[in-house]
């Protein structure tokens, strides 16, 4: 929803003001379509060029994803610690092996399926039981395993950066194009000279608008959404991290509770439980 009022407003300014001060919108509205095509249609076959398939549908993908909100919310994370919980405290108790069954099945386990959320994301779920399926195997150390979740999460962040610095490139030759397409329309408008002023001068305004489109689409519309993309793959980043730190807690001997208090606290404020917070939900899913 802020994306498109971000968008109406940025618009409404820009093209409001031009209005305002007396400026001929129809000669900007008849060079759109043309000056629209050359400029979109020159940065798409590039962008082609630049990037691997995976990549561009990752930046489609992404650029799509920035006019929802977020999935990152209290409530996740939430559901998240009370399963980390759940299955840490059934280890405690019953002994590493007692979750094997979760861990093998994720999807038929009793303890992942009340968490729906969670369950959904096969990405997380995965990470989850990897580990935990180390751990129940007995044959790395904590140290050994913190190493491998690093190199993950590291793997994970290069693939989901790769579209962002996709859309940050294309932003940053959207000008370029611009200048491209005013060009063309300044040779069309040489090819045109002996025509009367007021038909030059459309002419000339007309090639000025690829200039101004392309500006326009980097800085007013890509650009923004390639930072929005970047701050959503941070929040994904910090979900892993959070079960990162987690198990690792556990793994060195502290207990459920405490464990899952260290993976809240690597949490972003506005979406971080409190801790009164994860204790109740913690004990309203047990009971």
Do not use: W
Request: with cysteine.
């Amino acid at each position: 929803m802020f994306v498109i009022i971000g968008f109406v407003v940025s618009m409404l300014c820009i093209f409001g003001v031009f209005i305002a001060h007396g400026g001929n919108i129809g000669v900007v509205l008849k060079a759109l379509p043309f000056e629209m095509t050359t400029i979109l249609g020159a940065a798409l076959g590039a962008f082609l060029i630049n990037n691997q398939m995976k990549v561009v549908k990752a930046a489609f993908k992404g650029m799509a994803g920035c006019f929802k909100g977020s999935r990152y919310t209290k409530e996740r994370y939430l559901q998240l610690m009370a399963l980390l919980y759940d299955l840490l405290q059934k280890a405690r108790k019953e002994g590493l092996m007692a979750i094997e069954q979760d861990v093998d099945n994720p999807h038929e386990s009793a303890v992942f399926q009340k968490y729906p959320t969670i369950t959904a994301d096969h990405h997380v779920v995965e990470f989850i039981t990897d580990y935990l399926r180390m751990m129940v195997s007995g044959n790395l150390n904590a140290h050994e395993i913190e190493s491998l979740m690093d190199s993950e999460i590291e793997t994970h962040h290069q693939e989901a950066h790769a579209p962002v610095a996709a859309i940050a490139r294309l932003a940053g030759g959207l000008p370029a194009f611009g200048i491209v397409a005013a060009v063309l329309g300044v040779v069309n408008t040489m090819g045109s000279v002996g025509q009367p002023p007021a038909v030059l001068g459309a002419m000339i305004g007309s090639a000025l608008v690829g200039t101004f489109l392309g500006i326009l689409l980097a800085y007013g519309v890509f650009e923004p959404l390639g930072g929005l993309m970047e701050q959503k793959v941070e929040e994904s980043g910090k979900e892993l991290l959070c079960v990162k730190t987690t198990l690792l807690a556990s793994m060195q001997g502290y207990a459920p509770a405490t464990a899952v208090e260290f993976g809240r606290k690597v949490l972003f404020s506005d979406v971080r439980p409190t801790f009164s917070e994860l204790e109740g939900h913690v004990k309203g899913k047990k009971a």
